[in-house]
């Protein structure tokens, strides 16, 4: 059976970098698992003030929220307090009124992949209703960024 092409195959990124904190682990040093969904949203957060597309430009001079609808992990190794991190965080340019984010995680001192992850985030207006159409400021913002 053919798949439907979902994606455009256009990528932009950018990477950041933090150090685990002493609230983000565990009794035994590790990081605690539901730590790496705030790495990922460090990602996108600074992903969008890099692009000017970050939640508050999106809401405040669109009139949308972008919500995450979905979220996909897969762990490889282990981070420890005080590691420092870098986060690359990659849009997948989508065909649908969504956003598509790909990320690594990987540790500063040895570049160790630590993890890889996918997020997807839709539209909605400020009355919480789902944009089935890719919102015209968006399309916009990816011939600037994109093309």
């Not at 990124?13 to 969904?37: A, L, N, P």
């Not at 870098?86 to 690594?104: N, P, Q, W």
Request: charged share 30%; with cysteine.
């Amino acid at each position: 059976m053919k798949r439907k092409k979902l994606h455009t195959g256009k990528l932009l990124s950018y990477e950041t970098q933090i150090k685990v904190r002493f609230s983000e682990v565990d009794s035994m040093g590790i990081v605690w698992h539901g730590s790496y969904v705030k790495y990922l949203e460090d990602g996108r957060e600074a992903f969008g003030r890099k692009y000017g597309i970050s939640y508050m430009d999106v809401l405040n001079k669109h009139g949308f929220i972008i919500p995450l609808v979905k979220l996909d992990i897969d762990y490889k190794k282990q981070l420890f307090y005080e590691d420092e991190i870098i986060i690359k965080t990659t849009l997948i340019d989508s065909l649908a009124a969504k956003i598509c984010f790909e990320y690594e995680i990987r540790r500063k001192s040895d570049n160790e992949l630590i993890l890889n992850a996918q997020t997807v985030q839709v539209f909605m207006n400020k009355n919480r209703e789902l944009e089935l159409n890719i919102p015209a400021f968006f399309n916009e913002w990816k011939k600037r960024n994109l093309e």
